[in-house]
């Protein structure tokens, strides 16, 4: 069980959270009906076509320069998908589930009543559908290279996935963050998965691979530079 106080909303290289109370994930597919004359026992049939998905977020407004309306208002923009990730348990937690979206927001409206608290809400079409991940790397700060705790899947998967790092904060001199998910199959024998592009500053990135997933995954960070320190998130979904 879950607490929705607790959810985490990443729009790129932003950690836009504490502006709603409400986010949603939708997950749909496609269904075309098949039926045909003279249809066995009478019934219709039908068959499973395209995934797809939609989000929605809504909450309070805020007229600053790093806050939710600059941040919306500017990803009305078609020529680039925005990466989202909404973690129903918060994002603080190794393994919590994340829903991970490349979209396109549809709609973005700002509410003022007369009496009342200004409000915003936003509408997201996902491309490529709608992804549920977990958590590799907690949102948090880091100073030096290491690996994360492992993520156990039960067993392998076949058909790649898909991984999203959201860097909210960068600071030092020649600062730099390779972030890789890495894939195992027996939580002892590493292989590279996904890389990153090096992180230099707050950033975001998507990136998804074809093929076999091993049964424990996790993230891994190589950091240098003077003084480095990286606020992050990344995770992962199986497809």
């Known amino acids: 069980m879950a607490h929705g106080k607790n959810t985490s909303v990443l729009f790129n290289e932003f950690d836009l959270s504490t502006y709603f109370n409400q986010a949603d994930a939708s997950l749909d597919q496609s269904i075309g009906e098949a039926t045909g004359f003279q249809p066995a026992g009478g019934a219709r049939s039908f068959e499973a076509g395209l995934n797809g998905g939609t989000a929605s977020l809504s909450g309070f407004f805020n007229g600053a320069a790093a806050a939710v309306d600059a941040k919306l208002s500017a990803a009305l923009n078609p020529s680039a998908d925005d ?17 991970m979206l490349a979209s396109q927001l549809t709609q973005y409206q700002v509410s003022s009543p007369l009496d009342g608290i200004v409000t915003v809400s936003g509408q997201l079409q996902a491309n490529g559908g709608v992804s549920s991940g977990k958590v590799l790397h907690a949102l948090g700060a880091e100073t030096v290279t290491g690996n994360d705790a492992s993520v156990d899947n039960t067993t392998s998967s076949a058909n790649g996935g898909v991984a999203h790092l959201h860097v909210t904060t960068a600071s030092g001199t020649t600062p730099s963050n390779t972030v890789v998910v890495q894939h195992s199959p027996d939580n002892s024998v590493w292989a590279d998965l996904i890389t990153f592009t090096a992180a230099t500053a707050a950033t975001k990135e998507r990136m998804a691979v074809t093929g076999t997933v091993g049964r424990y995954v996790r993230s891994k960070r190589t950091i240098s530079g003077t003084t480095p320190s990286f606020t992050y998130m990344c995770a992962f979904a199986r497809r």
Request: contains cysteine.
């Open 83 to 99: 990466v989202v990730t909404i973690c129903p348990q918060g994002v603080l937690t190794i393994g919590n589930i994340a829903k």
